[in-house]
């Protein structure tokens, strides 16, 4: 594997159900990311970890509870959500303690349908 | 307050028309403007990274160049394989927070 990958690719979920979203990257990288796309709106950046410290929580409801158990692996858990949390969730990652390092990489992201 | 537009919102091209998106930005120390491509249900592929006013790179028919408020994005006889959504982000400095724009929608028409 190269690159960043997410898994699932697709997940459809009811509203009491509970399910996480997985993230692995092979980069190298100190920083991970997980962003929020929803149709016409701008990626809403959601959580940031670098060396697996949570350094931002950009006021994300406690229904997803993100986890950060390494620099390599991020994950996303969902429950109780809403169908407006429809969205496709991205994840990054970056290196970010050397100057000019600090592109985010993509994963091909899940789409994820809240019934 | 950091923030990033791009325009025009979406753009119809004819296969070999040469044209430019615009990214605006505003941003406290710019560390870096990125710009990606990203294909329907599929996660940004990145393309280029710019670091300071004056800079510009190229990767076959695109070539981003930057100043200190804005930057372009020309496309120089673009194919349909071209047609994507591309993005543009600027990231200040002291913060993990990079700021996306809403992206121009480009077709490309054989």
């Known amino acids: 594997e190269t690159g960043v990958t997410q898994t699932p690719r697709h997940l459809v979920m009811g509203m009491t159900n509970k399910k996480s979203l997985k993230c692995e990257q092979h980069l190298g990288h100190n920083a991970m990311y997980w962003y929020k796309q929803s149709a016409k709106k701008p990626l809403e950046l959601m959580f940031v970890y670098n060396f697996k410290e949570q350094t931002e929580n950009n006021s994300v409801p406690s229904r997803f509870s993100p986890e950060c158990p390494n620099s390599s692996h991020l994950f996303l858990h969902l429950h109780t959500l809403q169908p407006e949390d429809s969205a496709l969730y991205l994840c990054?990652?970056?290196?970010?303690?050397?100057?000019?390092?600090?592109?985010?990489?993509f994963g091909p992201g899940t789409r994820l349908t809240v019934l | 307050e950091d923030q990033v537009t791009q325009s025009p919102e979406a753009l119809r091209l004819q296969e070999g028309e040469s044209s430019s998106l615009n990214c605006s930005y505003t941003v406290s120390g710019l560390r870096g403007l990125f710009w990606y491509r990203q294909d329907p249900g599929k996660g940004p592929e990145f393309l280029f990274t710019?670091?300071?006013a004056g800079e510009e790179k190229e990767k076959e028919r695109l070539k981003a160049t930057l100043t200190k408020k804005e930057s372009f994005l020309h496309i120089t006889a673009p194919k349909p394989e071209d047609s994507a959504t591309y993005l543009c982000a600027v990231k200040g400095s002291g913060t993990y927070k990079y700021i996306f724009g809403t992206g121009t929608r480009l077709k490309v028409l054989a």
């Open positions: 710019l670091y300071s």
């Open positions: 990054a990652s970056s290196q970010e303690w050397l100057p000019r390092t600090d592109t985010q990489y």
